[in-house]
């Protein structure tokens, strides 16, 4: 491959090297491995189902944590914009009819009462024509209501990151996902009586959440008796990745620079790896409900990071243990048996190893990130779902996998992806601190194996795109991870503006 002078100051501008440039295009032609799986997790095996008495114990561990003076910090990524959401009233306003005809449609219009944004809708309408909303509807001027919800010099959702659409109605005004979060960073992650909220944005849309901050951060800090401590970051240039041609070549932009893409939210385990803090929340923007529903998040929420606070106790106990000396081969065996057990990490062969080779294994596998993701009951949702797959060194642990990463000739693991009983919702709680209190590296955890290759075009080109492995797939593929069954309602995304209309979100 030759650069140009062009070419090495563009990868100079965006921080990435000639090797990682290599690497990439390397990528497109030999492809990712698909994982060798064990089977999908279920209850019992590789999910934990606690009991109420185990539940309440954990959120009094919990409880005991935070009043510890430990730091909490509640992740948000919302960096993605909503013009997903509005995928098909974009077609609407594009389509050679003008009154609601599909099925979608006519559930938007006949329901757009309930949408917490019809009071801003209806006064920008107003401002533009002069007319509300049921004056148009009259008319039948229904794709003049639809621009305006789209278009910047009306709402502008079209371009708006979900995080800033106005999601729930109250009595006081319409919220926001991103003030949803702030609500639950109150609820459940605030420690000494400061609530930490990292949102991951992108560029342009930093001024929007900023300016919304400044609105509501004293509301809610006097609402809930908090102290925020609300920070902000964006994907870094240098998580890029270049796009190729169909032949693996890099793909050029029409004035012949290198064509970057985002590489997906993999990128983020840099963004992750910059919070100082014991404990990280993660959950996604658009997964909020309204108060009346959030005692049952709240309550989950504490459960899975009272088990966790559980198993890092355990873990710090057995490596201070090991460091000590003062062990034998009994004390070896249960180790074993909560790394099986507890940690769900398995070494078939792991009879073969002598002693001293068998804490050299067991120091490793308890020495590293921990995390409990929460998995709810499969409703057919699309998405990633929880499995138990082979790492590298042939062990076997639970891991988070997108349907991308599965062979679709064995015949057998596309069985056991569309039987699964459970689902991935993006409800993780992460420990990111070793037994000595130094924050682990989290870029060093990461299987570079687990990235994978999509089919896109610009400008009518097709090319391929690489996606790093995702944040909680392959980025977090080296750590240690307990799956935890919480209840469906503690899922609620939001794909489609017509979402808004579920009772959950009204």
Not at 188 to 203: C, D, E, N, R
Not at 452 to 474: D, M, R, T, V, Y
Request: with cysteine; proline share 5%.
């Amino acid at each position: 491959m030759t650069l140009s002078e062009k070419d090495l100051l563009q990868l100079a501008a965006k921080g990435i090297s000639v090797e990682t440039l290599q690497h990439q295009l390397d990528e497109f032609k030999t492809g990712f491995p698909f994982l060798r799986l064990e089977g999908p997790a279920s209850i019992g095996k590789g999910i934990v189902a606690p009991t109420a008495a185990e539940a309440a114990a954990y959120k009094a561990e919990w409880d005991a944590y935070k009043a510890a003076g430990k730091t909490v910090v509640k992740f948000v990524p919302a960096s993605g914009a909503a013009s997903r959401m509005f995928k098909d009233m974009f077609a609407f306003v594009d389509a050679d009819y003008d009154v609601p005809t599909t099925a979608f449609e006519k559930q938007y219009f006949d329901n757009i009462t309930r949408f917490a944004f019809y009071g801003a809708l209806n006064d920008a309408l107003q401002r533009q024509t002069g007319k509300d909303i049921p004056a148009l509807m009259a008319e039948g001027a229904y794709k003049t209501i639809a621009r305006a919800m789209l278009a910047e010099d009306g709402l502008n959702y079209g371009q708006l990151p979900k995080g800033m659409l106005l999601f729930h109605n109250y009595g006081e005004g319409a919220r926001t996902p991103m003030e949803e979060h702030l609500v639950e960073g109150a609820l459940y992650a605030a420690s000494g009586g400061k609530a930490y909220v990292h949102f991951t944005v992108s560029h342009e849309h930093l001024p929007h959440f900023k300016a919304k901050v400044a609105e509501k951060q004293a509301v809610y800090a006097e609402k809930y008796g908090v102290t925020y401590d609300i920070s902000f970051s964006e994907q870094k240039p240098s998580t890029d990745t270049v796009a190729a041609n169909p032949d693996g070549t890099p793909f050029r932009n029409a004035d012949g620079s290198l064509l970057f893409r985002p590489g997906g939210h993999g990128a983020l385990i840099e963004n992750l790896n910059e919070i100082d803090a014991d404990i990280i929340f993660v959950k996604n923007i658009d997964n909020v409900v309204p108060d009346r529903l959030k005692p049952e998040t709240t309550e989950w929420k504490q459960i899975i990071a009272g088990l966790l606070v559980h198993l890092q106790q355990k873990a710090f106990g057995y490596l201070r243990l090991l460091d000590s000396g003062n062990y034998d081969h009994e004390k070896l065996l249960e180790i074993i048996k909560f790394l099986q057990d507890e940690l769900c990490c398995r070494k078939p062969d792991i009879k073969d190893l002598e002693d001293a080779e068998l804490v050299i294994y067991l120091r490793k596998k308890l020495n590293r990130p921990m995390r409990v993701a929460g998995m709810v009951k499969n409703v057919g949702e699309p998405g990633g779902g929880p499995f138990l797959a082979y790492n590298a060194d042939n062990t076997y642990s639970p891991q988070i996998l997108e349907s991308s990463q599965i062979d679709k000739s064995n015949e057998t693991y596309i069985h056991y992806f569309t039987h699964g009983t459970h689902f991935n919702p993006v409800d993780l709680v992460c420990a990111v601190k070793d037994y000595q209190g130094n924050a682990f590296n989290l870029p060093d955890y990461v299987d570079p194996a687990t990235g994978f290759i999509s089919q896109k075009s610009k400008g009518g080109k097709e090319l391929q795109a690489l996606e790093l492995p995702g944040l909680w797939n392959g980025a977090m593929s080296d750590w240690n991870t307990v799956f935890v069954e919480v209840p469906l309602g503690t899922f609620n995304p939001v794909k489609t503006v017509n979402d808004l209309l579920r009772e959950q979100h009204q």
